[in-house]
């Protein structure tokens, strides 16, 4: 019979979510930022001595600081509600009604199974039905989103509902293509291979929609 720790062993090696979204729980923002970073910055220094690294060291020294402050305000600072960027959309003045897509999107993000790196692009598109939103907003919704211990699937599926919220409408879509370094650098060791995930709504659950979205990624982009 299997036990409890290596349930959740294999949950976390096989890359499954058992929760669509994040698990933060509801006292996560009753202390300051500078306090949870005093917090991390001693369990840190616990970690590193439990390895046996010599903190003395001029190299070492201020490790514990910099992580700590790396995780509360850069790599899972989109935890924190008060990060979320302004949405704010426009009327759709000179009608255009036809697909905008934003295509290759730096990400990064930390997988929440081994707080490993995943880096990899994001195409996000949307057709108007009214409104529309600034091409710079879409870029920060995305890092909004990735800067959280996350899964790529629930990454994809936050990222089009944070843009149908947005801009009043079902037809936005996602595409991330990724690579986690929790399988290219740990475990099976393969460097080569990348993760895919999509989520579509409204009009780009049609097939001819969604072909058309897939095209337009695939354009090269010249300059």
Partial sequence: MINNEEFHDEIGDNHISLNAKNPVREDAFNITDDQKIERIKKDVENILLTLGMDLTDDSLKGTPNRVAKMFVKEIFGGLNPARKP????????????EMLVEKNITLYSTCEHHLLPIIGRAHVAYISKGRVIGLSKINRIVEFYAKRPQ???????????ELQIALGTEDVACIIDAKHLCVNSRGIKDIESSTVTAEFGGQFKDEQTRRELLDYIKLETKF
């Fill in 86 to 97: 302004s949405a704010s959309t426009f009327e759709n003045g000179y009608k255009y009604g």
């Fill in 151 to 161: 899964v790529q699937e629930r990454l994809t599926m936050q990222i089009v509902q």
